[in-house]
């Protein structure tokens, strides 16, 4: 009766520790959409956290791949972010483990209920972290372009790597009483240090998700302010014809008496290809979708490439303004790039919004072939060549597709985002 009892005691606590865990999880991890897989990440961090890591015990290396596999099989979005993401949680419950079981257990409690108290008081640590992290979690799963999840991968490596040195500085055989105690003493010193960094690490990830949205919004408000610059340009423009309109008349008078019909036809066709007779263009209906358009087409006329743009998109949308604009722009400065180097430069775009489906196709002629990686062309690769990353993250972030590459001599992107309704 008492083994039953503990044996529901200790799955009330791993269920205890997976809730926390899980909580502090969602912010971090794009989890997919079945209920099994999100069942199995509240199981798994349950499971894990519940796991007795002792120093020496080779278990921690033997945990490490399977709840990788687990991790990357319960969630969606870049492969980098979803490896750090997961080496973060490995670090912080496995760090803890350790800590609550080769000290905090044995200095505060002893005795058969000892591993129980070891699994509360893993639940109640876990919980203070999400408590004092909750007010700080984004709503949704943080966005972060491919090169900063690589940045986190790599700064994960460093607790992770001290994890595995403090749990196994005394495996591998026998040893006296005197190494383990320096094992100990050395695992107190090295543990707290990986619980704390895995902490830190995850208020870094918040930061830098606050930081890449307020860019993606600053690069949205620079394209409004280019187009409304325009349109106040040409707001000027239409002042002065209104101005000159006396003298132009009086122009176009003179010559139409004289009969001088050739030269007041060629008078009429210049002042017609004046820019303030030209209206603001209008793609679409939606705002942010209309600027990012009008500025790419005045870029693209600018270049000499000639802009074929139908966009069917309606006021709002279910995708962010900060990644339709993402989406819209690289597509179409990639396009602009690679047609530039043609003797006939085009760039034709499709973009509409049909019973929930939001399609994005951007076509442009190649001059030759293209990478199959998609690489940068530019000299500096170490600060270009992100945009396709980039736009595929979104992609799969909303549970799209996008597929690129050459066809026929020419350039197509496809970006397919379902489920926008």
């Known amino acids: 009766m008492d083994g039953a009892l503990l044996i529901l005691l200790s799955l009330g606590c791993s269920a205890c520790i997976g809730t926390p865990a899980f909580l502090l999880c969602r912010p971090f991890a794009d989890l997919r959409g079945r209920r ?119 700064l994960a490596a460093m607790p992770l790597c001290s994890l595995a040195a403090a749990v196994l500085l005394s495996g591998g055989g026998e040893h006296s009483p005197q190494v383990d105690r320096l094992a100990l003493s050395l695992g107190l010193a090295v543990l707290p240090v990986a619980l704390v960094t895995s902490v830190l690490l995850l208020f870094s990830i918040t930061v830098l998700a606050e930081h ?87 870029e693209l006329e600018q270049a000499g490439v000639r802009a074929d743009f139908r966009a069917e998109l309606p006021p709002s949308l279910p995708l962010a303004d900060t990644d339709l604009c993402a989406l819209l722009g690289n597509a179409l400065d990639n396009a602009r790039e690679g047609a530039a180097r043609c003797p006939d430069p085009w760039v034709r775009l499709r973009c509409r919004q049909d019973k929930g489906l939001f399609m994005l196709q951007v076509e442009n002629p190649v001059a030759g072939p293209v990478d199959p990686d998609l690489a940068t062309t530019k000299a500096d690769r170490t600060a270009h060549g992100f945009g396709i990353p980039g736009m595929r993250e979104i992609a799969q972030r909303c549970g799209g597709t996008l597929q690129a590459g050459e066809e026929q001599g020419n350039f197509r992107l496809v970006v397919c985002l379902p489920g926008l309704i």
């Open 36 to 154: 099994w897989q999100k069942a199995l990440m509240l199981l798994g961090l349950g499971y894990m956290g519940s796991l007795p890591i002792w120093v020496g015990d080779p278990n921690l290396l033997y945990a490490l791949p399977v709840f990788l596999a687990a991790f990357v099989l319960c969630t969606r979005g870049d492969i980098a972010g979803r490896l750090a993401v997961a080496a973060v949680f490995f670090c912080l419950i496995m760090s803890l483990s350790a800590l609550i079981d080769n000290y905090a257990a044995e200095v505060l409690w002893g005795g058969v209920t000892s591993d129980v108290f070891a699994l509360l008081l893993r639940a109640m640590v876990l919980t203070g972290i999400w408590l004092a992290l909750k007010k700080r979690l984004p709503e949704q799963p943080v966005n972060l372009s491919p090169r900063l999840w690589r940045l986190v991968l790599g």
């Open 212 to 298: 890449e949205t307020l860019e993606q919004a600053r690069r949205l408000a620079s394209l409004r302010e280019v187009y409304y610059q325009s349109l106040r340009a040409r707001e000027s423009q239409v002042r002065q014809l209104r101005h000159d309109l006396r003298n132009h008349l009086s122009v176009l008078g003179g010559l139409l008496e004289q009969q001088r019909w050739a030269e007041a036809t060629a008078y009429l066709d210049e002042l017609g290809r004046q820019e303030g007779l030209r209206g603001p263009v209008r793609f679409c209906e939606n705002e942010a979708a209309n600027v990012v358009l009008a500025v790419k087409a005045a």
